[in-house]
C-alpha cells in the first residue's frame, strides 16, 4: 500500500516541530499536527479565549476538541515502515536566518556543511559526494556559512588562499605576484597556525584571570556574608544590651518612687499626728471660750459666782516648743542626685559612642586598595597607639604618656593585676587593632623585640606560650643581634640588612597582610605576612636589659 502512496512526505509532516506527524490530529480549519504539539500551542492561548490555527492563524471559540485523526495516523505508520522518516533536525528546511542548501531546488533543506574549496553550502544528502569520491578528500569542509563569497578576490575572481602579513589581509595567488609583489606573504594556512597560537596564549591569559577572578568574588562575597552576619549579630546584640538597660532604668526608677514614698509617709505621719493633736486642742478652747463668754454675760450676781466654780479647768497645753519650720528642702537633695547620675550617665554613653564610632572599621574592597608604596601613604594609616601599663612586666618602666618602654633591673611598684606578663619583659598596646594600621618603633639599646600579638596570648605560661613569636598567637620581628630575624610559632627567618633605630609596621587585618619596614631616607622592606587573622591584634614590645623602645607620633 506505501507504493501507491504518491504524497510528499511533507504532506505528512508538522508544522511545528517539522517532524512526522505523531498522534495525528485535525483541527477544524483542516490542518493537522502532533497531538503534544498542538494541544501546547492552545495552551499557551488560553489566557485569552481565543484560539488559532498556528498555519492559516482561523481563530475558533470554543477551545477545539482533539481527536485523533486515525486515517492519517494508519497512512503516517505506513511511510514510516517504507524508511521514510521525517527528515533529521539538521535536515529540516532552511528558515530566514538558516544557510540553505545550494544545490537543493524548490524548497530548501538546511545546510549542515560548507566546502571552502566549492564555495558551496550542503544539506546532508547532497553532501554525501564529499564523503564518497576521492576527488572531495582535499576539500575543506567547516560549519555552515552565509559569507563563503567573502573567501572570493573581488580583483581576481580567486580563492584567497594566502595572506599579505605587510598589509594585514588575505589575497589570492594572483595578488601575490601583483600588487603585492615583494610583500611578507604566507599561505592563510601559516597565518592561522601563528594567529591560533597567539590565540590560545591569549585564552589561557584570560582564563587564569576569570579564575583569578572568580577567586577574588568569592572572597568579596565571603567578606559581604562576614559584615553581614556580623552587622546582624551586632544589632541582636546591641538591642539586648539596650533592653537591659532600659529594664534596669525603669526598676531603678521604680524602687526610687518607693523609697521616697515610704520616706514621705514616715514624715508625713508624726507631723499629722501632732497637727491633729493641736486641731483637738484649738477645738477644747473654743468651746471653753465660749462658756466663759456666756458666764461672763450673765446679770445675776448670784448665779454667776453659783456657776463659775462648776466650769472645768483647761487641760494641759501640747508642747509646740519643737515645732521648727525650715525651708522646703526635703526631697531636693533626691533630685539633684538623679539629675547628677543623668548628667554622668549622659557623659559615660557620649564617651562610649565616640569610642563605638572611633572603632568602626573601613570595608577595604582588597582589590582596589593595595598596600601603600612611599612613606607618605603609609602615613595616610597612621594610628595613635599607646602601651598598656597593666600589661608591663615588672622590670618594664613606662613613660612618655605610655609610649615608651625601658627595661629596669629594678622591680617597678605595679599593682597586680591579671593582664600582666608574669616572666617575660613584654608589653602590650591598650588599643585594638583593626582594618588598615600603620605605626613607628625608636628603639636604642641591646635588643627589642616589635611585634603583634592576640589578646588572649598566655601572660604567665610557659615561655613558648607567652613570649612573642614562640607561639601561634605573635608575630615579632627581632632587632637584637646586628641583623634582623623575624619568628612566628617559634619557625625563625633570618633577613639580611643593615639595623636602624627605626621600624615601621603596616598592618592590613581584613587582607591578612603583615610587614615590616627599616625606616631611615627611605623605606625598605624587611618582611612580609600573608595569613588570616582570626582576632583584633595589638601592638606589642619586649625589651632586653638597657633596651628601650618608643612608639613614634606620626600626627
Known sequence: MAQGIKLDRANFCCS???????????????????????????????????YSCPQC?????????????????????????????????????????????????????KAVKSCLMCLASYC?????????????????????????QENICSRHDEVMKMFCRTDQQCICYLCSVDEHKGHDTVSAA?????????????????????????????????????????????VEDSEKIFTQLIRLMEKRSFDLKQQIRSQQETQVSPVKELQE???????????????????????DHNQFLHNYPSLSPLSQST????????PLRYFEDVTAAVSELRDKLQDILRETWTNISLTETEVDVLLLQPEPKTRAGFLNHACQITLDPNTANIHLSISKGNREAAYMREEQKYSHHPERFAYSWQ???????????????????RGVLVAVAYKNISRAGDFSECVFGQNDKSWVLDCYRNSYEFRYNNVKTQIPGTLSSRVGVYLDHRAGILSFYSVSETMTLLHRVRTTFTQPLHAGLWLSEGARAEICKLK
Open 124 to 148: 546532508e544528502k547532497h553532501l554525501q559526494p564529499h564523503f564518497q569520491s576521492p576527488t572531495f578528500e582535499k576539500h575543506k569542509l567547516v560549519e555552515p556559512s552565509k559569507k563563503l
Open 277 to 299: 493633736k493641736l486641731e483637738q486642742e484649738i477645738t477644747e478652747l473654743k468651746r471653753k471660750d465660749a462658756e466663759l463668754k456666756q458666764l461672763s454675760h450673765t446679770e
Open 319 to 326: 508642747d509646740s516648743s519643737s515645732i521648727n519650720i525650715r
Open 427 to 445: 608589653v602590650l598596646s591598650r588599643e585594638s587593632l583593626t582594618g588598615r594600621c600603620y605605626w613607628e618603633v625608636e628603639r636604642s639599646g
Open 190 to 234: 601559516a597565518e592561522r597556525t601563528e594567529r591560533q597560537r597567539e590565540l590560545q596564549l591569549s585564552r589561557q591569559n584570560i582564563q587564569q584571570r576569570i579564575q583569578d577572578r572568580e577567586k577574588d568574588v568569592k572572597l568579596l562575597q565571603q567578606e559581604v556574608e562576614a559584615i553581614n552576619g556580623s552587622a546582624d549579630k551586632a
Open 57 to 109: 492563524r482561523q481563530k475558533f471559540i470554543p477551545r477545539p476538541v482533539l481527536v485523533k485523526n486515525i486515517t492519517i495516523a494508519f497512512v503516517v505508520e505506513e511511510l514510516k515502515k517504507t524508511g521514510l522518516q521525517a527528515a533529521p533536525a539538521d535536515h529540516c528546511y532552511a528558515g530566514p536566518e538558516d544557510v540553505a542548501c545550494d544545490v537543493c531546488t524548490g524548497r530548501k533543506l
Open 16 to 50: 511545528i516541530c517539522l517532524d512526522l506527524l505523531n498522534d495525528p490530529v485535525t483541527i477544524p480549519c483542516g490542518h493537522n499536527y502532533c497531538m503534544n504539539c498542538i494541544k501546547d500551542h492552545l495552551d499557551k492561548e488560553n489566557h485569552s479565549g481565543i
